[in-house]
């Protein structure tokens, strides 16, 4: 998580630096060949989604980031919905489904030139079922004379239809407005001071490495559904959980396959939402299966966590099942694979036999307590002071940057701001992380420390 900036300095440096809330989420829903892709891209301002004259042509699901007026959102572009469709339709129609329960908003995109049809008025009634908020978008509307048809769609008793040409931009400005009313409101920046409530933990791994069956165990019943079938679990189930003398909220979520904008079909929403998850959380558990191989996709989720500016515990589960030569090559792989982590706690468990239940708690206490360290102005610096004379930057190209100031900006995860002469190479930042652990500890937490570098102006890399 070490970073630089030459600008500006994010968040307060005398408070805690709040944390951006999730993004709503968009769906893009409509029969086939109405032109969502197209709608979509006018929508993100690029040209992404794919686009083509023929029925059918999107069928997984991709998410884009979009902004308007200021305001950031996830819009989700499905494939074209045939309610009552079978086989390949049948799929892009449940995935559309799965669409509406994700999203905050439907834009429901209807083709203006045609008018509503028999699957527009399906679709419609599916969409009412669903609760959620709908936008009308009555496409293809390419000049005045084409906003007659546009209000012949008011007769599908939704509301409002937007005439709008997703190939020209008639239209999408207004469009656009009216899905920024119907988003839910703009939530405050998270603090996670929550005043009494439980502090919140996210369980994460790849599909069947056991974490629904840790719920469970931790749970003392069978509460989220364990199936050996890889990715039964698409949701996250919270459940509220005594240990330790204390209550727990733990998010047990579905597990990561791939990158999402590369999963398919529920996949693609299971790790949405998994995502969701994280970011509501405080600390996350990783399980790692030991009884197989370190994964790309262990080391992919561990790199979400530490991105997300979360604490981490790493929970190596199935310990049970392993014999002398396979301890031996695990640890072998962690030293390996997972060096970069070794600030995070970690324990050894068995979620089916319980096996280590009791060092769980104590573990997330820990990270959750690195989690929120502050270190004194006063005592930074002075670590800085020492650290720069005992250990100066290397000299380059006859300049050496030196740090000027340093301050905490912020905790949850701890934020540094150096004030520094010149550019500090990535090896003395990570030299300057390994040292600030030494000194103050930060176990289960990754470190943020960011560079505002004082040049004159034309000098800056």
């Known amino acids: 998580m070490t970073e630089y ?36 891209n006018r929508i993100i301002g690029r040209r992404e989604a794919v686009v083509e004259d023929v029925p059918g042509v999107t069928r997984d699901r991709v998410a884009y980031d979009a902004t308007w007026n200021g305001r950031r959102f996830t819009v989700v572009d499905t494939g074209g919905w045939l309610p009552e469709s079978s086989g390949l339709a049948a799929a892009i129609a449940e995935q559309a489904r799965m669409a509406v329960d994700l999203a905050d908003v439907v834009l429901f995109v209807v083709d203006a030139t045609v008018g509503a049809t028999d ?16 936008v009308l978008a009555a496409n293809k509307v390419d ?5 007659a048809d546009a209000a012949l769609l008011w007769g599908l008793g939704i509301g409002e239809p937007w005439p709008v040409s997703a190939l020209h931009g008639r239209g999408s400005g207004d469009l656009l407005d ?41 749970a003392g019943e069978n509460r989220a559904v364990v199936d050996a079938v890889a990715g039964t679990t698409r949701d996250p189930v919270d459940e509220l959980i005594e240990l330790g003398g204390r209550t727990w909220r733990f998010i047990d979520t579905a597990g990561i396959r791939r990158r999402y904008r590369e999963n398919q079909g529920a996949d693609f929403y299971a790790t949405l939402r998994t995502r969701s998850a994280l970011e509501r959380a405080e600390v996350a558990v990783v399980l790692v299966d030991t009884s197989e191989p370190l ?14 500016g979360r604490a981490l515990v790493m929970a190596y589960n199935k310990w ?19 060096h970069h982590v070794r600030w995070a706690p970690r324990v050894n468990i068995s979620a089916r036999t319980g096996r280590h239940m009791e060092k769980l708690v104590p573990a997330i206490e820990t990270a959750l307590d690195g989690w929120g360290t502050r270190v004194p102005t006063s005592k930074l610096n002075q670590f800085f002071t020492d650290l720069v004379n005992s250990h100066p930057h290397p000299i380059r190209g006859g300049r050496q940057p030196r740090i000027l100031f340093a ?3 912020g905790v949850r ?11 500090l190479e990535e090896g003395y930042r990570r030299f300057i992380e390994r040292r600030l652990r030494e000194e103050f500890g930060f176990p289960g937490t990754p470190l943020d420390i960011t560079m505002k570098i004082r040049e004159k102006r034309g000098k800056r890399r």
């Not at 000049?143 to 906003?147: F, I, R, T």
Request: charged residues 30%; proline residues 10%; glycine residues 8%.
């Open 320 to 338: 049970d099942l392993l014999d002398e030569e396979r301890r031996y090559y695990l640890e072998r792989e962690i030293d390996r694979q997972l």
């Open 119 to 134: 699957v527009d008025e399906a679709v419609v009634e599916i969409l009412r079922r669903s609760g959620k908020p709908v």
């Open 407 to 409: 301050t905490q900006a």
């Open 143 to 147: 000049d005045q004379a084409g906003e």
């Open 178 to 218: 009216a899905v920024l009313d119907a988003l839910p409101r703009e939530a405050p920046p998270e603090t996670f001071e929550e005043a009494g409530g439980p502090r919140r933990v996210a369980l994460l791994g790849r599909p069947n490495v056991g974490k629904s069956s840790l719920l469970n165990q931790l």
């Open 295 to 308: 994964a790309e996709q262990d080391l992919r989720i561990v790199s979400m966590v530490i991105d997300s």
């Open 413 to 423: 995860p701890p934020r540094f701001v150096l004030f520094t002469t010149g550019f």
């Open 5 to 40: 900036e030459i600008e500006t300095v994010p968040g307060d440096l005398d408070g805690a630096v709040p944390e951006e809330p999730p993004t709503p989420v968009v769906a893009v829903v409509g029969r086939p060949n109405v032109g969502k892709s197209t709608l979509v």
